[in-house]
Nanobody
Framework: QVQLVESGGGLVQPGGSLRLSCAASGINLSIYTMGWYRQAPGKQREFIATISIFGNTKYADSVKGRFAISRDNSKNTVTLQMNSLKLEDTAVYFC????????WGQGTQVTVSS
C-alpha cells in the first residue's frame, strides 16, 4: 500500500520558518517526480514546487526565493524548507509523487499568524 505522510506543519509568526517533510512507503521515491502543493480555505489547490528525479526544481512565483524543495532518496523523503513565511502562506500543504500515476499525502496544516 502506497502512503505519503506529511509532517512539520504548525503555527508560525510572519517571517518565520518551517520545514515540511514527506515520507513515502510502498514506493521507491527515486523514480518519482515529487511535488508540494497547498490549498487555502475556499481556494483551489495550487502548485508550490517540484523536484525531478535528476534534482531539477521548479517553483511557483509566489514562493520563489523563500521555499526550497529537496529530496533524499536514501530516506525515501522529500522536504520543503519554507523561510520568510507570510500570512498568505497559510494553507494545508500536500506532497505528491508522480510516475505515470500520482499519489498524494493527507496534508499538513501551516498557519502563519501573529
Amino acid at each position: 500500500q502506497v502512503q505519503l505522510v506529511e509532517s512539520g506543519g504548525g503555527l508560525v509568526q510572519p517571517g518565520g520558518s518551517l520545514r515540511l517533510s514527506c515520507a513515502a512507503s510502498g514506493i521507491n521515491l527515486s523514480i518519482y517526480t515529487m511535488g508540494w502543493y497547498r490549498q487555502a480555505p475556499g481556494k483551489q489547490r495550487e502548485f508550490i514546487a517540484t523536484i525531478s528525479i535528476f534534482g531539477n526544481t521548479k517553483y511557483a512565483d509566489s514562493v520563489k526565493g523563500r521555499f526550497a524543495i529537496s529530496r533524499d532518496n536514501s530516506k525515501n523523503t522529500v522536504t520543503l524548507q519554507m523561510n520568510s513565511l507570510k500570512l498568505e502562506d497559510t494553507a494545508v500543504y500536500f506532497c505528491s509523487a508522480t510516475f505515470g500515476v500520482e499519489y498524494w499525502g493527507q496534508g499538513t496544516q501551516v498557519t502563519v499568524s501573529s
